[in-house]
């Protein structure tokens, strides 16, 4: 993909998405968030009554392409399935089943995270090459299925953290493109309040990541920019408790960021009303509310404008955004459609 070519527009979307034929005409991908990787390295769908909506979807658009996305059903099945042949070729023989059986364009692998223990897993530092091993299986039983090309793609997280745990040059061989999650780039693991999905750092901002930062990260460890999409978020993160100075951005807080109202939310209860001022933080290329103790960061149509035209001028894949259900009002969506391409 070069800069003159379609940028993908891909939306995760769960049972309650409610996608619409507009919304279907507008996006390229769907994740269907979530397919379960069991303990013993099969595929479970049965709770995604998303699935009986595919049909529709693709008469509506019949060029998108819809892909399981797959998280682990317990917390160890991924650590525990790519430490051997055997369960790594369990995993691969059922994502191949899978997607033929209720006619997918492929797999999604949302692994939180390769060798980090943090998020409440039993992981090892042999992950790191586990998990390529894993993703050359799941190719090699893809292509083995006759008829199109199915797309194997990660979610991944977007920091240092993430290109340290994983084999980036190899995964790039196997790998179709990388949701690079560029989002909750301050959660619940930082008490400063500040943008969680900021398109470049303020000044003075200690942690300084970025969507900018994270793209050009996993770049210069060998992912190409044509297989690299930008994530944006449809939803707040929210900190509490704050001191009532610098508008609360940058301000220590007792607690990590939580997950805050989503976006129709905000629009209807917060942004410049109920106490909420929104203000915009230019360098950083993000809006964010407060009202003297809480502070809120989201994505809106202006921050997502600049995100385009920065896919757009530096040559990356396109955007992907977590979630469908948490715009009622189509309008994150509908810039995204509008100014990616333009």
């Known amino acids: ?63 998108i392409k819809i892909v399981l996305s797959l998280v682990p059903h317990h917390p160890d099945a991924f650590t525990l399935n790519c430490a051997t042949p055997e369960g790594r070729e369990t995993i691969a023989r059922s994502c191949a089943e899978t997607v033929q059986e209720h006619k997918l364009d492929g797999i999604d692998l949302d692994w939180e995270y390769p060798c980090v223990p943090s998020n409440g897993a039993n992981t090892s530092p042999a992950d790191k090459h586990n998990f390529t091993l894993l993703c050359q299986e799941i190719r090699r039983q893809l292509d083995a299925i006759n008829g199109s090309h199915y ?56 942690f300084r990541n970025s969507c900018d930062q ?21 939803y707040s993160r929210k900190w509490e408790g704050i001191e009532d100075r610098n508008h609360g951005l940058l301000q220590i807080c007792k607690n990590g960021g939580g997950y805050g109202p989503n976006y129709h939310d905000l629009v209807s209860d917060y942004i410049d009303k109920n106490g909420y001022t929104r203000y915009w933080d230019d360098e950083a290329k993000a809006p964010y509310l407060f009202n003297g103790s809480t502070f809120l960061s989201y994505d809106d149509p202006e921050s997502l404008k600049a995100k385009c035209e920065y896919v757009n001028r530096e040559g990356y894949a396109g955007i992907f955004y977590w979630e469908h259900v948490c715009d009622a009002t189509r309008t994150l969506l509908d810039t995204l459609y509008q100014n990616l391409n333009a």
């Open 1 to 63: 993909m070069d800069n003159k070519q379609k940028k993908y527009l891909l939306g995760y979307a769960g049972n309650t998405a409610g996608i619409t034929e507009e919304d279907a005409k507008k996006l390229t991908h769907i994740n269907l968030a979530f397919g379960r990787l069991n303990l013993d390295g099969r595929i479970s769908v049965d709770h995604l009554t998303i699935l009986e909506q595919l049909p529709q979807i693709r008469a509506w658009n019949p060029g």
């Open 151 to 206: 797309l194997l793609t990660i979610a991944a997280g977007a920091d240092l953290y993430y290109v340290e745990s994983v084999e980036i040059p190899e995964l790039m061989k196997v790998l179709d493109y990388i949701c690079l999650m560029t989002y909750d780039l301050k959660c619940g693991f930082h008490a400063l309040a500040g943008h969680h999905t900021q398109l470049y750092s303020s000044t003075g901002d200690v």
């Open 214 to 234: 994270a793209l050009r990260l996993f770049h210069a460890a060998g992912a190409p920019k044509e297989k690299l999409l930008m994530g944006a978020a449809f």
